[in-house]
């Protein structure tokens, strides 16, 4: 796998310059200047020596004040030579895409890797992965690897309990977490693939990606709902995940709703993933009414001609998520909702009935301040997340920030 290098060590006033363009987005040299309080011959000069070392680049640009006359260059974190690997490890398929920092995608394959694996053998399989869709030619910056289960970075995926067959008090089996994830085996493996690697639950891969270069971008809180791979929410805040103290924060599928309700693995009872089992298949519990299995594609397909009886169910799936959800909009009062881009035309009556639930139950202060929309970003979501994590913890290194784990602030370094 080729690896580019590590990020260089700044200088305080170079880093002062970087925090000030990544701030701002982008800024030219006189507003530099005014941001940093630093002359204008130091940010010239230093503003030339970090171009040249390809941390920062120059371009044509309208950012800042405009004023009489043709405008300055403007500055900005140099991303576009930069890739991330992001492997996704989900339910419904397993993939690598090659993608740029700035979102662009050059390559994607699928793989098939067996996480039940000893760590030296997946570390070897996600080199090979990532090999598989750079072909040599381009240097891999980073890796990010999405995993479909609850992950607290610094500790690992919580383990849960475990029963001998015909003991166990749940209405589905719950798989064993893979030995290399109980804790977190991100140091590790970038010593062994040497680039940084970082992994992360796929809703809140799928969240940044919808925040950083889909439907949410520009938003001030974004809170992305996953259906397709489970119940879960992704809750980014300025631009940054916000994970809970103990990075567990948006775990929708266990927020209780039936005090009588069934005993759920996660050792509460009557959680929503215990009354709404939508399972690797999101049409489980719409084959009844069908009499048939209904797959993804299928249900898609069906809500884009306007089956009555799959709108119908899909409308009222949207219903059932705005119960547990409203003191929750009600908390954290939100600008955007964004319904999960992988179910495509099925997510417009998710949409419709998320509206009509959070309209009944919020004060009018709170949802007219509040949209609801569909992702756009489909299966690229997760890809373009790992790309926002990946250009953040770069940033962040350049910066010299602390990475080790913290409690889940949004603003906190990551």
Known sequence: MET?????????????????????GGANRRELAELTGLPRTTVTATVSSLIARGLL?????????????RPSPTVH?????RTVAAVELGRR???VTLIGFDGRVRNRADIELDQAQPFEAVAAALAAAADSVSSGTAEISAMVVSVAMPFR???GAPQVPMYSAGEAPFARVHARRPGWLITDPSAALTEALGVPVAIENDINLAALGESGHGVAKGAHTAVYLGVV????????????????????????AHISVRED???CVCGNRGCYATVRCNGPSLGDDIATALGRDVSLDELIGLAARGDVIVCRWLTDLGRSMGRPLTGFVTMLNPDLLV??????????PVVEGLRDTIERRTSPMTFQGLDIRAGQLAEAAVPAGAAVLAAQNYVDRLLGLNASPRPGDAGAVR
Do not use: K, M, N
């Open 229 to 252: 791979p489970g119940f879960g929410a992704g809750i980014v805040i300025h631009g940054r995940l916000y994970r809970g103290a103990g990075g567990v924060a948006g775990e929708l």
């Open 93 to 95: 398929r397993q993939s």
């Open 153 to 155: 970075r610094g500790a």
């Open 261 to 263: 309700g069934d005993l």
């Open 4 to 24: 580019s290098p590590t990020p260089d060590v700044l200088q305080p006033r170079e880093r002062h310059i970087v925090a000030a363009v990544r701030d701002h």
């Open 57 to 69: 680049t120059e371009s044509d640009g309208q950012a800042g004040t405009r004023r009489v006359g």
């Open 77 to 81: 974190i140099e991303l576009a030579t």
């Open 339 to 348: 319904v999960d881009s992988g179910l495509g035309a099925a997510a417009a």
